[in-house]
């Protein structure tokens, strides 16, 4: 089989991977982006919520309250599905995240995430301007919905905490809310907007627009396996379907897999994998979503997209690979009927996607450890799309020897020990 050497092999065509690429080769290096499917986004990448999250400084936690960690774990939360079979295996990488969200690594992590976050939406509109793909990102924000004066208290509550970041967000009462979403169902009774954040009515094109332009500027894209990465003279080597290709330097971007190909080197990392559905439905009559809207004491969000209405559902813990269940978003759908806009479903089943994860909420983004030429590039748990662009920016910097933009250490593997 024919062999050939670049500079750089990107593992995975998300968006994490995708741009990681696009920043590598803007820094002058040639890359192959390797992904098992012949196209970008078409996993994690595919089914989000379209949100570039601006305001997202400090991470999604556990709950600490007994009574609530009690409702979650007996599926009576909304919020969270638990798939009592995974929880063996999920339960050392689980508890770590519950000790990291009840303790001062929270506000660690916010420092750290905060010029990453802030710097997202700004990284997003340049592909997208050089994508010629501008018209899938708007500026539209979104708006988490309360139902109930303990809903309102906990959304003021989230947004004074963001404010000391630095995180722009307005108050609406019953009124203002349907000024902006006049089809917001009547148990909606006010809500907190965040006006900065983008949105894309198709997450999945997006990042097919950032593969073409990687392409048209001269990068490959070819079918292949990450699993048959070994070592090579030249460093590294990767088997695909157009041969044998070689490069020095390698980043592992799979998202959920990372960790499969991470642990088969030799790397233990406390990874899990948050999985989440969604759906699409018809609207009702001639009723409409301006942006996306988060139900926020029922834990689901309902987005406008390209396909239709988009209800996505908040985590499910479950192993990554347990078969697809429609209770958790079965759950759902009589609130999210209640308070929006939704109709027929237009699939018959929902669609399954998987959050990769580290109990500080913190992606990795740097070398892997003892290891030269291999590098990482995942763990973005719910900032996939949001943050792909700044990371692969980051990784870029670091990998080529430019100062990083911000201090790469927070996200180190090394921190795991």
């Not at 062999?3 to 920043?23: C, H, Q």
């Not at 500026?139 to 208290?153: L, S």
Request: aromatic share 8%; charged share 20%.
């Amino acid at each position: 089989m024919p062999s050939r050497s670049v500079d750089v092999i990107v593992l995975g065509a998300g968006m994490v991977g995708v741009s990681a690429a696009l920043a590598l080769q803007a820094r002058g290096a040639t890359v192959t982006l390797v992904d098992r499917h012949g196209e970008a986004g078409d996993e994690t990448s595919f089914g989000n919520a379209g949100l570039v999250q601006s305001e997202a400084v400090i991470p999604y936690t556990l709950p600490s309250d007994p009574a609530a960690i009690a409702s979650a774990a007996l599926n009576r939360d909304p919020r969270a599905h638990v798939r009592y079979a995974a929880m063996p295996a999920s339960a050392p990488a689980l508890w770590q995240y519950f000790q990291f969200s009840n303790s001062p690594r929270v506000a660690e992590t916010a420092a750290a995430m905060k010029p990453l976050v802030f710097g997202a939406a700004e990284a997003h509109r340049k592909l997208a301007d050089e994508a010629g793909c501008g018209d899938l990102l708007r500026p539209t924000g979104w708006i988490k919905v309360w139902r109930t004066a303990k809903g309102e208290e906990q959304a003021r509550r989230d947004v004074e905490d963001l404010k000391r970041y630095g995180v722009v967000a307005d108050f609406l009462d019953r009124d203002g809310l349907t000024a902006l979403e006049p089809h917001v169902g009547a148990v909606g009774r006010g809500a907190a907007h965040f006006p900065d954040p983008l949105s894309t009515p198709d997450p999945q094109r997006l990042a097919r627009a950032y593969a073409a332009l990687f392409v048209s500027r001269g990068g490959r894209f070819e079918k292949g396996d990450a699993m048959t990465l070994e070592p090579a003279a030249a460093g590294w080597m990767v088997t695909t379907e157009a041969g044998r290709v070689s490069a020095r330097n390698v980043v592992i971007a799979l998202g959920p897999w990372s960790n499969d190909l991470a642990r088969a080197l030799g790397l233990a990392l406390p990874f899990f994998v948050k999985r989440g559905y969604h759906r699409h439905y018809e609207p009702r009559g001639n009723a409409s979503l301006n942006r996306p809207v988060l139900d926020l004491e029922k834990g689901y969000l309902v987005a406008p997209m390209t396909l239709g209405l988009r209800l996505t559902t908040g985590a499910e813990f479950a192993r990554p690979d347990d078969p697809p269940s429609p209770a958790h978003i079965d759950r759902l759908e009589p609130f999210a009927r209640e308070m929006f806009p939704i109709g027929a479903a237009k699939e018959a089943a929902p669609w399954l996607g998987r959050r990769p994860c580290l109990p500080d909420m913190r992606p990795i983004v740097g070398p892997f450890p003892g290891k030269p030429g291999l590098w990482l590039d995942f763990g973005h748990h719910h900032l996939g799309l949001t943050l792909g662009p700044i990371t692969g920016r980051l990784l870029a910097e670091m990998m080529t020897g430019e100062t990083p933009f911000v201090d790469p250490a927070p996200f180190r593997a090394e921190r795991f020990g």
